[in-house]
């Protein structure tokens, strides 16, 4: 079983539109959850740390639910500027981030 | 902001050549790392390094492999003899602790 795993999409999604993302991991020791988003080409951008009561900043909220060892990412109000690839990363209490392949989201106006 | 920098954005190199990328990380930052990414693939973990010692490093991180942090700025990472299998995004991240971390730009390694 992957460490990490993502549904590759693509999403393909109208501006305004609300889309969310899930992402699986394998190791219950797993302490540490982020999403990073990739754009072509470019280097993964950290968007946000995922905490275990939920967190949101502005659009996007983060779940995590550990007994599922189940992590997601919601964005509201999709704009053209979102599309690019979202990678579910882990970490297990060490520096190595464990990276997701990565679900590709296409807003569309 | 600050930001991670790598240097050069593209190396080509022939099989057998060493290579030596370059990074500077953000100024503040304790942890130091290297990772990459094959065309189409996902992001790899090679080596993370902090208070001038590599803390871990991956299967991937062999006898070719070597990190340095030869002065108060800059982190290298070393491929002494690359392989065609070498190819890829090089990404240097940094962070202030051992949870957040930030990318470079990447280097864009070929070998040919």
């Known amino acids: 079983r992957k460490e990490v795993e993502q549904d590759p999409g693509p999403f393909n999604v109208p501006e305004g539109a609300t889309v969310a993302f899930n992402c699986t991991y394998s190791?219950?020791?797993?302490?540490?959850f982020f999403w990073y988003r990739q754009d072509c080409r470019k280097e993964p951008k950290l968007l946000m740390s995922?905490?275990?009561s939920g967190n949101e900043d502005g659009r996007f909220t983060a779940q995590l639910n550990r007994a599922s060892q189940y992590i997601s990412l919601l964005i509201r109000d999709s704009k053209l500027s979102d599309s690019a690839t979202y990678l579910c990363?882990?970490?297990?209490?060490?520096?190595?981030?464990?990276f997701g392949t990565g679900t590709r989201l296409q807003v569309f106006p | 902001e600050p930001e991670v920098t790598q240097t050069p954005s593209h190396q080509v190199t022939q099989m057998g050549q060493e290579v030596i990328l370059r990074c500077v990380p953000i100024?503040?930052?304790?942890?130091f790392y290297w990772y990459r990414q094959i065309l189409g693939q996902k992001v790899e973990f090679l080596v993370s390094?902090?208070?001038?010692?590599?803390?871990?490093k991956s299967e991937i991180f062999d006898d070719q492999f070597s990190v340095e942090r030869p002065d108060g700025s800059n982190f290298t990472l070393k491929i002494r003899s690359t392989k065609l299998e070498d190819s890829a995004m090089y990404f240097c991240?940094?962070?202030?602790?051992?949870?957040?971390?930030?990318f470079g730009p990447g280097t864009r390694l070929t070998v040919t």
């Open positions: 991240a940094s962070g202030r602790d051992r949870y957040e971390q930030y």
């Open positions: 190791n219950s020791a797993s302490q540490s």
């Open positions: 995922v905490y275990s």
């Open positions: 990363v882990v970490s297990f209490n060490t520096d190595k981030l464990i």
């Open positions: 100024s503040n930052h304790l942890y």
């Open positions: 390094f902090y208070n001038n010692e590599i803390s871990e």
